[in-house]
């Protein structure tokens, strides 16, 4: 009796495998080269093969793959002659789910205004909140699907969601909820965060805000994670000067983390507070922005493994100094990169900001690579599935019509037309339409 898997690829010109060994993630000199299957010389091209559970059971050689194979049953094929398939993208850091835009807050910043001045003027997080609030569930959801379905034809497979347009527990709750609904309907995996102390609400104190998060918010979130009506995983803290400080923040995570939740917070972004520093202390998984992290908080985040979540989109379009992601790799600190989608960034591709990472951060090609798959996969806890091509990992590709995979990278914008299939455990979720010679579509 045949037996039946989920999809073949076959005929690629190369296999971006990124790693072979089972790393959970990679670091300093070992981010300076991805393993890559090649095809030979004489041969047709490269498969994979992905089981009905969506994980990859094989790959290599055509000639290989369809002597092993040769009495199996795909439910689908697909003809990557010419292309090469790469890891699906993790993006590392959004905030997604929000009402309003806020392009006059662009005009604002084109003319000098800083982050924290227009923040303090009542715009920034705050417009948002109160736009946010004002939109039903359906709007919410309406507009964050849109967004996710825009991230997915950029090639990101899996993405880091955070709520903190709310910033009262009824709000957060609701926010999550629409991410739940995302989670439960749409191709793309997501990992939901906690993010309700990302501003502190109008009328409070950062202390006053302190406490609701930890006495109110989150225990309402908890109760919903026990009742399995939500899937939250992460907990985020706006750490900054004027929104909550490092005592405060210290207080809010391990609330958070005492609920069973993962560390993964806003660190040294507009001020050098030693953020990172005090996230290394409480284990943080990951920690974020990093433009003013000090050569100690390097340091202690390199020696307990916490990945900086790196955000090239905004350093750029705020303007702020880079973080120091060179010396950041150079003493052993897990780098990733993330859109920061926002409002405030408006940024869906990864594929850009990893363009803007090589350029402005001085990372290599591979280095982004890295810190957009495996890396990235290590902040959100999914290295183990996640992040590269190896067998029994989720099948998340994305296969790109170019004969070398640098080609994400170096066409600046031009992913909308490079990006041939996006594949999420093993289903076909995004095709492109002039494809037409393709198998499947």
């Given at each position: 009796?045949?037996?039946?898997?989920?999809?073949?690829?076959?005929?690629?010109?190369?296999?971006?495998?990124?790693?072979?060994?089972?790393q959970k993630f990679l670091k300093r000199a070992e981010m300076n080269r991805v393993d890559v299957l090649q095809k030979k010389e004489?041969?047709?091209?490269?498969?994979?093969?992905?089981?009905?559970?969506?994980?990859?059971?094989?790959?290599?050689?055509?000639?290989?793959?369809?002597?092993?194979y040769d009495q199996s049953l795909f439910r689908n094929s697909v003809d990557a002659s010419g292309t090469c398939v790469l890891p699906?993208?993790?993006?590392?850091?959004?905030?997604?789910?929000?009402?309003?835009?806020?392009?006059?807050?662009?005009?604002?910043?084109?003319?000098?205004?800083?982050?924290?001045?227009?923040?303090?003027?009542?715009?920034?997080?705050?417009?948002?909140?109160?736009?946010?609030?004002?939109?039903?569930?359906?709007?919410?959801?309406?507009?964050?699907?849109?967004?996710?379905?825009?991230?997915?034809?950029?090639?990101?497979?899996?993405?880091?969601?955070?709520?903190?347009?709310?910033?009262?527990?009824?709000?957060?709750?609701?926010?999550?909820?629409?991410?739940?609904?995302?989670?439960?309907?749409?191709?793309?995996?997501?990992?939901?965060?906690?993010?309700?102390?990302?501003?502190?609400?109008?009328?409070?104190?950062?202390?006053?805000?302190?406490?609701?998060?930890?006495?109110?918010?989150?225990?309402?979130?908890?109760?919903?994670?026990?009742?399995?009506?939500?899937?939250?995983?992460?907990?985020?803290?706006?750490?900054?000067?004027?929104?909550?400080?490092?005592?405060?923040?210290?207080?809010?995570?391990?609330?958070?983390?005492?609920?069973?939740?993962?560390?993964?917070?806003?660190?040294?972004?507009?001020?050098?507070?030693?953020?990172?520093?005090?996230?290394?202390?409480?284990?943080?998984?990951?920690?974020?922005?990093?433009?003013?992290?000090?050569?100690?908080?390097?340091?202690?985040?390199?020696?307990?493994?916490?990945?900086?979540?790196?955000?090239?989109?905004?350093?750029?379009?705020?303007?702020?100094?880079?973080?120091p992601v060179r010396h950041m790799i150079e003493e052993g600190v897990i780098v990733a990169l993330g859109t920061d989608f926002n409002?405030?960034?408006?940024?869906?591709?990864?594929?850009?900001?990893?363009?803007?990472?090589?350029?402005?951060?001085?990372?290599?090609?591979?280095?982004?690579?890295?810190?957009?798959?495996?890396?990235?996969?290590?902040?959100?806890?999914?290295?183990?599935?996640?992040?590269?091509?190896?067998?029994?990992?989720?099948?998340?590709?994305?296969?790109?019509?170019?004969?070398?995979?640098?080609?994400?990278?170096?066409?600046?914008?031009?992913?909308?037309?490079?990006?041939?299939?996006?594949?999420?455990?093993?289903?076909?979720?995004?095709?492109?339409?002039?494809?037409?010679?393709?198998?499947?579509?």
């Amino acid at each position: 009796m045949a037996v039946t898997f989920l999809l073949l690829i076959h005929s690629a010109e190369q296999i971006v495998t990124v790693c072979s060994n089972g790393q959970k993630f990679l670091k300093r000199a070992e981010m300076n080269r991805v393993d890559v299957l090649q095809k030979k010389e004489g041969e047709s091209g490269l498969s994979i093969v992905v089981g009905l559970d969506g994980k990859i059971v094989d790959f290599g050689g055509d000639a290989e793959i369809r002597d092993k194979y040769d009495q199996s049953l795909f439910r689908n094929s697909v003809d990557a002659s010419g292309t090469c398939v790469l890891p699906g993208l993790i993006d590392a850091h959004t905030h997604p789910v929000w009402a309003g835009d806020r392009v006059h807050e662009f005009a604002m910043k084109l003319s000098g205004a800083s982050y924290m001045e227009i923040h303090r003027s009542g715009g920034g997080i705050h417009f948002t909140v109160e736009n946010t609030r004002k939109a039903t569930e359906d709007e919410l959801y309406s507009s964050l699907a849109q967004r996710l379905s825009q991230m997915l034809r950029c090639g990101t497979t899996t993405v880091e969601c955070k709520s903190g347009y709310g910033l009262d527990a009824d709000s957060e709750v609701r926010l999550l909820r629409v991410l739940q609904r995302a989670k439960t309907h749409l191709p793309i995996e997501i990992s939901m965060t906690f993010c309700g102390a990302h501003a502190v609400p109008k009328g409070m104190t950062s202390e006053e805000a302190a406490r609701d998060v930890i006495g109110i918010q989150i225990p309402a979130v908890c109760s919903l994670i026990e009742s399995g009506e939500l899937q939250v995983e992460n907990i985020d803290v706006f750490c900054e000067e004027g929104v909550f400080d490092v005592p405060q923040t210290r207080r809010i995570l391990e609330s958070g983390r005492e609920a069973g939740l993962r560390i993964n917070f806003h660190a040294d972004e507009l001020h050098p507070l030693n953020a990172a520093e005090m996230g290394a202390e409480l284990n943080a998984a990951a920690l974020s922005h990093l433009e003013e992290v000090s050569d100690n908080g390097i340091l202690a985040m390199a020696a307990k493994n916490c990945v900086a979540v790196v955000l090239p989109t905004t350093a750029y379009m705020l303007r702020l100094k880079p973080p120091p992601v060179r010396h950041m790799i150079e003493e052993g600190v897990i780098v990733a990169l993330g859109t920061d989608f926002n409002p405030n960034a408006y940024c869906l591709s990864m594929p850009m900001a990893m363009h803007l990472a090589c350029i402005n951060f001085r990372m290599s090609m591979t280095e982004a690579l890295i810190a957009s798959t495996l890396n990235a996969a290590a902040s959100i806890g999914r290295s183990e599935t996640h992040g590269s091509i190896e067998c029994g990992k989720y099948g998340d590709f994305l296969i790109i019509d170019a004969n070398r995979w640098e080609h994400l990278i170096y066409q600046f914008g031009n992913h909308d037309q490079l990006i041939s299939y996006v594949i999420k455990r093993g289903e076909i979720v995004f095709c492109h339409q002039s494809d037409v010679d393709r198998d499947v579509c």
